[in-house]
């Protein structure tokens, strides 16, 4: 006698549980990433700048150029970074919407 056959049903429950789980992921990722950020645009341009004007970049002290220019940089590169990521997240979790055009 064989047992019997066992569905896979998807619950509202089920859902609501990957539902949670996306946007815990999505959560995670925007902490690190604005983390990141103010480490970079505070940190580097504000905190640390005495000591990273020691270090000389492109001719600019390292803590000058964190406060006018690098912090504006690594913002962009972080929208890159979390664009990517989304995409991955979206993918994983089944709500990307490649295709749906």
Not at 39 to 47: Q, Y
Not at 84 to 95: E, F, I, P, Q, T
């Amino acid at each position: 006698m064989q047992p019997p056959e066992v569905k896979e049903e998807t619950t509202s429950k089920d859902i609501s549980g990957r539902s949670n789980d996306y946007w815990k992921a999505n959560i995670a990722l925007l902490l690190k990433l604005l983390a990141i950020w103010f480490v970079v645009s505070f940190g580097a341009g504000i905190l640390f700048v005495d000591e990273l004007n020691t270090i000389e970049f492109f001719g600019v002290k390292l803590g000058f150029w964190f406060a006018q220019q690098g912090s504006i940089y690594v913002f962009v590169a972080l929208i890159f970074v979390y664009t990517s990521a989304m995409r991955r997240l979206d993918r994983k979790y089944g709500v990307d919407d490649e295709g749906d055009a």
